[in-house]
């Protein structure tokens, strides 16, 4: 079975900072997907990024990207120019060809002005 | 475009209660999946549905029931309300197929005493 690790349950950094969160996965698959999802105190789930796994080049949306490295299984995603608005929950999830989306245990990340 | 509606938001069960949760979304997605979000231990995988009349178990299933007659609607039954149950509890849904965005719902607050 696929499960997913975030080792960080809590992280703090100034704002204007760059933070790293990192993700690691379990699979055997070689086509799968990955994301991170934000999940602000509101607690609505919003899609930051997402990563297609035959894809080598790491995906970028504005302030965020990842580093997906496939041989180690590891996902990490980096938030340049941290914002206040970043403070949130962030989820890492698998989800592997037409099956159902696994999630990581998240990291708690606070932007302190 | 309403999204993915859940209700209720929030509700207060005793011990032994059943209720259903609703979940509807209105943009056609196939797949559906109800998610329970506990402190420390991140979104966990109910049930879910790859469409109309399937449903399937996920992680944590019992306690709980759910059926697909539908493409929009997929409710979620509880038999017999448990302390234990006391969760925030996502609907969520996507266009069937590899890597499609999920769109979550924004929350059922639900506490069991």
């Known amino acids: 079975a696929q499960t997913v690790t975030q080792s960080q349950p809590e992280m703090s950094v100034q704002e204007a900072e760059t933070v790293t969160l990192s993700c690691t996965y379990d699979?055997?698959?070689?086509?799968?997907?990955l994301f991170w999802y934000k999940q602000p105190p509101s607690r609505q789930m919003i899609l930051v990024i997402r990563?297609?796994?035959?894809?080598?080049q790491n995906a970028t949306e504005n302030r965020f990207s990842v580093n997906f490295q496939k041989a180690a299984k590891s996902f990490s995603l980096k938030i340049s120019d941290s914002q206040l608005g970043d403070t949130a929950m962030y989820f890492c999830?698998?989800?592997?060809?037409?099956?159902?989306?696994?999630f990581g245990k998240g990291t708690r990340l606070h932007i302190l002005p | 475009n309403a999204g993915v509606t859940q209700t209720p938001k929030f509700q207060v069960l005793k011990t032994g209660q059943s209720m259903t949760l609703q979940c509807a979304q209105d943009?056609?997605?196939?797949?559906m999946s109800w998610y329970r979000q506990d402190p420390g231990m991140g979104l966990r995988l109910i049930h879910y549905?790859?469409?109309?009349?399937?449903?399937d178990q996920g992680e944590v299933p019992n306690g709980y029931n759910v059926s697909r007659s539908t493409t929009e609607d997929f409710p979620l039954r509880l038999l017999s309300a448990a302390p234990s149950q006391t969760s925030v509890y996502f609907c969520?849904?996507?266009?069937?197929?590899?890597?499609?965005?999920?769109?979550f719902g924004e929350g059922s607050w639900l506490t069991v005493v």
């Open positions: 969520a849904s996507s266009y069937r197929g590899a890597g499609n965005t999920i769109y």
């Open positions: 699979t055997s698959e070689n086509n799968y997907y």
């Open positions: 990563q297609e796994a035959y894809k080598q």
């Open positions: 999830a698998f989800m592997k060809r037409n099956d159902k989306i696994i």
């Open positions: 943009m056609n997605h196939e797949y």
């Open positions: 549905s790859v469409g109309a009349g399937i449903t």
